[in-house]
């Protein structure tokens, strides 16, 4: 008989084998326990590599309350897991409402956290705006996701900011990976998962060229998709077009896209005159991290009729005889869809990481910030990129003296030219 496997049955046993800088903490910091004393929230996409970053905050010393940060994106079997640990508890559970989703957090949030990682802004917000008292104590936080980035800076232009909060989505180990490559491949593998359907041939529309649009255009067209790309923005519409995609209105690209992907964290980007223009068995997905980008509502009041002709598909059939098929309610579609589990474990091992190491800056090395929002410094993206190439096996080069000296200098007195 083989050995019992310790695989069996722990619903986090597959990706802590692609998380390898989560357990270099875990290893690192299991017995000396830095984040001890410390109740950190987290809010995140609740599935197994969640699961690898909370257990590596709760093997370095933290308590750990967690909830999700999309209601339809759970894993109960991971959340029974983590809850069933002590020092872990969880708000959350598979299949919540919009409602009971708010009310969990709002319930974590009495439990007194004094660090918050965030994705989406929505814990940071609601602590601001109803628990005061619980804000006075936090010593600070981090952000995960653009859209929440976003949010924290109207917060900060408006002054009511209480504790420092790192960026976490701006650092380039964050979304040259997680936003360009994670985005990207999960979007699609989804798409096609749900649809069953080829994205070669496609007339693909990505609207918004930012790092998740550049990352899905970049693949579909890898795909074998003819990529169409929309923007509002001058310089990403002129970046899109010399990467070699097509750019045009949205209002042109609706009458000829088969398959639409909005990524640009704005709303009604598909909205009303674009479902007038589009052609029947036009496909619609939101990768966008709130369901607000393509105006469901409209579709719903202008079909006739609504069917579902396949698990996560809702099909509006036009009145004269057009069908539209919106992919998982227009919510994240490579995190909310039918067999969809987010972006490849590879990649949330860089972000999860970023938000351990902001965690670990404040918390365990006592830095000091004044409260808003500020940026990772570049040393622990730096540390987090290392330690990354070490698990891949990947050497890189040092300067040597004098190249170091070289870039010191700017009178260049060996210069040849
Ligand atoms: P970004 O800021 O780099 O790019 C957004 C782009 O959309 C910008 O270039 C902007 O000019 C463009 N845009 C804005 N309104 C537009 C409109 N009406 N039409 C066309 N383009 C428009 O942001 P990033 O990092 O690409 O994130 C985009 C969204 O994706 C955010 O909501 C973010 O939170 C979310 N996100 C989703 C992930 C997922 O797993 N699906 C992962 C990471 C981010």
């Known amino acids: ?35 001890d004393g410390h109740t950190v929230a987290f809010a995140s996409h609740l599935e197994a590599k969640t699961g690898v970053a909370i257990e590596t905050l709760h093997e370095a010393g933290a308590e750990v309350l967690f909830a999700p940060s999309e209601p339809q994106s759970t894993h109960g079997d991971v959340v029974t897991a983590l809850d069933a640990r002590d020092g872990i508890t969880a708000f959350a559970w598979e299949g919540m409402t919009d409602e009971e989703f708010d009310n969990a957090q709002h319930e974590l949030l009495e439990h007194g956290p004094d660090f918050i990682l965030d994705d989406g802004c929505e814990l940071i917000a609601k602590v601001h705006a109803d628990h005061p008292d619980v804000a006075a104590n936090v010593i600070g936080g981090g952000e995960q996701t ?87 923005d001058p310089r990403k519409a002129l970046q899109a077009h010399m990467d070699g995609h097509r750019v045009m209105e949205i209002d042109e690209a609706s009458k000829v896209g088969d398959l639409f992907i909005s990524a640009t964290g704005n709303r009604n980007v598909l909205r009303t005159d674009h479902f007038e223009r589009m052609k029947d068995g036009a496909i619609l997905a939101n990768s966008g991290h709130f369901d607000v980008e393509i105006d469901s509502n409209a579709l719903e009041s202008m079909a006739d009729d609504v069917t ?25 579609v490579n ?42 410094p570049d040393r622990l993206d730096r540390e987090v990129a290392s330690r990354k190439l070490d698990t891949l096996g990947i050497s890189i080069d040092d300067l040597t003296e004098s190249q170091q000296a070289y870039y010191d200098e700017w009178e260049h007195p060996d210069s040849s030219f």
């Open 1 to 35: 008989m083989p050995p019992e496997s310790t695989d069996e049955g722990d619903p986090l046993a597959w990706a802590r084998d692609y998380t390898p800088i989560l357990r270099s903490f875990q290893a690192e910091y299991g017995e000396s326990k830095p984040l």
């Open 146 to 232: 653009t859209v929440g980035i976003t949010r924290l800076e109207a917060m900060e232009r408006e002054g009511v900011l209480q504790f420092p909060v790192y960026g976490v989505n701006d650092t380039p180990m964050k979304r040259y990976f997680d936003n360009v490559h994670g985005t990207g491949e999960s979007s699609l593998t989804n798409i096609a998962i749900t649809t069953n359907s080829i994205i070669s041939g496609k007339d693909v529309v990505v609207c918004g060229y930012g790092y998740c649009g550049r990352g899905i255009a970049r693949k579909a067209r890898g795909m074998g998709g003819q990529t169409i790309v929309t923007e509002v």
């Open 308 to 332: 579902t002709p396949k698990e996560g598909i809702t099909r509006y059939h036009m009145p004269d005889g057009r069908r539209l098929n919106l992919l998982a309610d227009g919510r994240l």
């Open 335 to 376: 995190l909310t869809g039918p067999h969809s589990q987010g972006h490849p474990a590879e990649v949330m091992d860089t972000t999860f990481a970023m938000m351990f190491v902001a965690a670990y800056e404040m918390l365990a090395e006592g830095v000091e910030r004044e409260p808003g929002l500020h940026s990772i």
